[in-house]
């Protein structure tokens, strides 16, 4: 089964971070939390870029152009807004079912601006 079947697509956690995870990704977990979110508690190696920066028209950060994205914020609802409104702009998107408060529970690593164990916000 692809990882980008189709528009709306969602994946679990455990899926999100085997696709996101190892040494050869192959997609980016993009994470749009706002900033005090993100710095509170992100996964390891996700890209940060707030929903609101994206529908305000903002690019992507260099990192997550042109590649496979997994997007991730705390509940889910932002996570889908925002793979919906990158799919509209021609990437393939899917998001996260529940988001960080999901991947946290499933045991997956969180941690803060410092590399320390954080906190889902």
Not at 23 to 28: G, I, L, R
Not at 100 to 107: E, F, P, R, S, T
């Amino acid at each position: 089964m692809s990882l980008f079947p189709r528009a709306g697509a969602r994946v679990t956690a455990d899926e999100a971070r085997s696709r996101t995870g190892g040494d050869q990704p192959e997609a980016v977990l993009l994470d749009v939390r706002e900033k005090p979110e993100g710095t509170a508690g992100h996964a390891p190696g996700a890209v940060h870029v707030p929903l609101t920066g994206l529908l305000a028209g903002g690019a992507l950060p260099t990192e997550a152009r042109g590649r496979r994205l997994v997007v991730i914020c705390r509940s889910g609802h932002r996570s889908r807004q925002a793979a919906e409104l990158l799919a509209g702009r021609g990437a393939q998107a899917v998001d996260v079912e529940g988001g960080m408060n999901a991947w946290a529970a499933a045991g997956h690593p969180v941690v803060d601006e410092r590399g320390n164990s954080g906190k889902t916000a």
